[in-house]
């Protein structure tokens, strides 16, 4: 199986892992000593680590919109690393549509991530700023 394959494998466990909170379904797409860094600043080191701080990306943000469409690009890949193109887009009652894209980077080891890493450039990091800034309230819990 090619790493575009597996990658692909990922990105549907994943999906299903949103839906049904089952994050133990990705223990098996990351090594033991995998990394994340989904480009806020710090990155999460260890399997475990990696885990929570993709929890903690869909619980703060996905799971409080009202309607969370996400799509990949087909993946291509060079050496060891996958790249895909992905666009995200939420909707929340009472606040505009949040869209934006990245690009995401898989760098495996066998047939697991090593390495995770998520790339927006600056008009998405200006449009999730903006959005935040004017509309972040609302995903406050109640």
């Known amino acids: 199986m090619s790493i575009q ?5 990922y990105v549907e466990a994943f999906e ?5 909170d089952d994050w133990s379904r990705l ?10 860094d989904n480009g806020d600043g710090s990155v999460g080191m260890g399997r475990e680590a990696v885990l929570e ?5 869909v619980d703060g ?3 409080k919109m009202t309607q969370r ?10 050496g060891n690393t996958v790249t895909s193109h992905w666009t995200a887009e939420y909707t929340m009652d009472g606040a505009p549509n949040l869209k934006f894209t990245g690009v995401e980077f898989a760098v495996y080891e066998g047939d697991r991530i090593a390495h995770l890493r998520d790339e927006m450039d600056d008009a998405a990091v200006a449009a999730i700023t903006n959005w935040l800034a004017q509309h972040g309230a609302l995903l406050q819990d109640g």
Do not use: C, G
């Open 5 to 9: 394959e597996r990658y692909l494998q």
């Open 61 to 63: 943000l996905d799971r």
């Open 69 to 78: 469409i996400v799509s990949f690009a087909p993946p291509t890949s060079e």
């Open 16 to 20: 299903e892992t949103y839906i049904d």
């Open 53 to 57: 701080k993709l929890k903690n990306a």
């Open 27 to 36: 223990e098996e797409y990351f090594t033991a000593d995998s990394m994340y």
